[in-house]
C-alpha cells in the first residue's frame, strides 16, 4: 500500500529538517523530497507552520506509542525499578536515531523562537511528562508528577549529548535512570 501524500511531505520534513536544519524546509523542497506536487503539499499545509506544526506533532505522536507499547510490555512483566532502568537504556538504543531524532529536537528549539509552533512543543512535552508519570507510577515511584519532568529532561538531554557525540550506544542512561529513581524512591516532598 502506497504511503498518503501528507504522510510523504511530512516525513520529507522531518528528514530535511535533520538532515539540513528548519532552514531547508521551503515548499519547493519537502515537495519534492516527498515526490509530491507544490500544490499538494501547499493543500495539506497552508503555511510553513502548519507544516512544522504538524511534523513536531506526528514524530511526537509515533515516538510515545512506540514508548508506551514497550512500557506495556514491561509493566505487564512486573519489571522492577532496578531492571527498569535497563530497560530504558535498550529501549533508547531501539528508538528514533538519525534524521527524525534530531528534527524533534530542532522544532523544540524553534519552538523557543516561534509562538505558532510553541503550543505544538508544550504539549509534545506534556505527552512526554504523561508517559513518564505512567512509568513511575508503574514502577510505585512516590509522587509520579513531581518527577516526571526530570525523567523527560534527563533523556532529552541523553538525547542531545547521543546525537552530538555519535553515540548510538546509549551508554549511561541507565546509570543516569537509576541514580534518578533511587533519589525519587528516598526523597521526601517539599514542605
Same mark, same amino acid.
Given at each position: 500500500?502506497?504511503?498518503?501524500?501528507?504522510?510523504?511531505?511530512?516525513?520529507?520534513?522531518?528528514?530535511?529538517?535533520?538532515?539540513?536544519?528548519?532552514?531547508?524546509?521551503?515548499?519547493?523542497?519537502?515537495?519534492?523530497?516527498?515526490?509530491?506536487?507544490?500544490?499538494?503539499?501547499?493543500? *495539506?499545509?497552508?503555511?510553513?507552520?502548519?507544516?512544522?506544526?504538524?511534523?513536531?506533532?506526528?514524530?511526537?505522536?509515533?515516538?510515545?506509542?512506540?514508548?508506551?507499547? /514497550?512500557?506495556?510490555?514491561?509493566?505487564?512483566?512486573?519489571?522492577?525499578? $532496578?531492571?527498569?532502568?535497563?530497560?530504558?537504556?535498550?529501549?533508547?538504543?531501539?528508538?528514533?536515531?538519525?534524521?527524525?531524532?534530531?528534527?524533534?529536537?530542532?522544532?523544540?528549539? *524553534?519552538?523557543?523562537?516561534?509562538?505558532?509552533?510553541?503550543?505544538?512543543?508544550?504539549?509534545?512535552?506534556?505527552?512526554? $511528562?504523561?508517559?513518564?508519570?505512567?512509568?513511575?507510577?508503574?514502577?510505585?515511584?512516590?509522587?509520579?508528577?513531581? /518527577?516526571?519532568?526530570?525523567?523527560?529532561?534527563?533523556?532529552?538531554?541523553?538525547?542531545?549529548?547521543?546525537?552530538?557525540?555519535?553515540?548510538?550506544?546509549?551508554?549511561?542512561?541507565?546509570?543516569?535512570?537509576?541514580?534518578?529513581?533511587?533519589?525519587?524512591? /528516598?526523597?521526601?516532598?517539599?514542605?
Amino acid at each position: 500500500m502506497s504511503t498518503p501524500p501528507r504522510d510523504r511531505i511530512l516525513q520529507a520534513a522531518l528528514r530535511l529538517i535533520g538532515e539540513q536544519g528548519i532552514g531547508a524546509v521551503t515548499n519547493r523542497a519537502v515537495a519534492r523530497a516527498a515526490e509530491v506536487s507544490l500544490g499538494s503539499l501547499t493543500y *495539506h499545509f497552508p503555511s510553513q507552520t502548519d507544516l512544522l506544526r504538524e511534523a513536531l506533532q506526528t514524530f511526537v505522536d509515533t515516538e510515545i506509542e512506540r514508548i508506551r507499547s /514497550h512500557i506495556t510490555r514491561l509493566t505487564d512483566a512486573g519489571v522492577t525499578p $532496578d531492571r527498569a532502568a535497563d530497560e530504558v537504556e535498550k529501549a533508547i538504543i531501539e528508538f528514533a536515531y538519525g534524521p527524525e531524532q534530531i528534527a524533534n529536537l530542532e522544532l523544540h528549539l *524553534h519552538a523557543a523562537r516561534d509562538p505558532d509552533v510553541q503550543p505544538t512543543a508544550i504539549r509534545s512535552v506534556d505527552a512526554y $511528562d504523561r508517559l513518564a508519570t505512567t512509568i513511575l507510577t508503574a514502577l510505585g515511584i512516590p509522587d509520579p508528577d513531581r /518527577h516526571a519532568p526530570a525523567v523527560v529532561a534527563m533523556l532529552y538531554g541523553l538525547a542531545v549529548r547521543r546525537l552530538a557525540t555519535g553515540d548510538t550506544s546509549a551508554a549511561g542512561t541507565a546509570d543516569a535512570f537509576r541514580t534518578l529513581l533511587h533519589g525519587a524512591l /528516598h526523597s521526601e516532598r517539599p514542605a
